[in-house]
């Protein structure tokens, strides 16, 4: 079984601007950062928080916290894995009460996983507004979730998969629309 690569849909370049994009859309409805907190949902989700939040500083010239969710033990099919579940550090180092959190996460498919990092959330406060950013949103949802902020729609069959690559988990930013091939070929 093999992932083949079908078409490049993200450079370094438009992975840079989207996130940029994404960061002025977050100021904006917010009306500015005095009350808000972002969480990435590990792994990747929290480099684009990260990143997000670099640019907002830019934007605001004030920093943004940023906190690290590792949903592992909320999934819905950790127990169904042979394998036990890898769980990390969540790392949050900010009061969230009273805060909007604004969860990112770099592709959004079924809306498990947005579901799951919501259940973990609750673990470590009681936050006024959550609000989901992605980097891509591939569609063929499950439940009933859907992204306050997107940087690309990319429509998907159900043989396809969509791959972020960044450089500080892969050592290059793309991203990739990829065929599942069951026979290998």
């Known amino acids: 079984m093999t992932d083949k690569v079908k078409a490049g849909i993200m450079d370094e370049t438009d992975i840079r601007r989207t996130l940029r994009r994404l960061a002025h859309e977050i100021v904006e409805r917010n009306h500015g950062i005095e009350k808000i907190g972002l969480c ?21 010239g004030k920093s943004v916290p940023v906190g690290v969710l590792d949903i ?23 009061e969230m009460d009273q805060l909007t959190i604004v969860l990112v996460d770099d592709v959004l498919f079924t809306g498990r996983t947005s579901r799951a990092a919501l259940d973990a959330l609750m673990d470590y406060g009681r936050p006024a507004r959550v609000q989901l950013c992605v980097l891509v949103d591939r569609g063929h949802r499950e439940l009933p979730i859907k992204a306050d902020f997107v940087g690309k729609n990319i429509p998907t069959t159900s ?13 290059r930013d793309e991203v990739v629309l990829v065929e ?5 070929n």
Do not use: C, S, W
Request: proline letters at 5%.
């Open 40 to 60: 990435g949902i590990r792994t990747r989700g929290v480099y684009v928080a990260r990143r997000i939040a670099e640019m907002i500083e830019e934007i605001e």
């Open 72 to 94: 592992t033990l909320y999934r819905d099919d950790f127990r169904q894995k042979r394998v036990g579940p890898g769980v990390q550090i969540t790392d949050i180092p900010f």
């Open 159 to 171: 043989r396809e998969n969509v791959k972020v690559l960044l450089k500080e988990h892969d050592e």
């Open 180 to 184: 599942y091939d069951p026979e290998g």
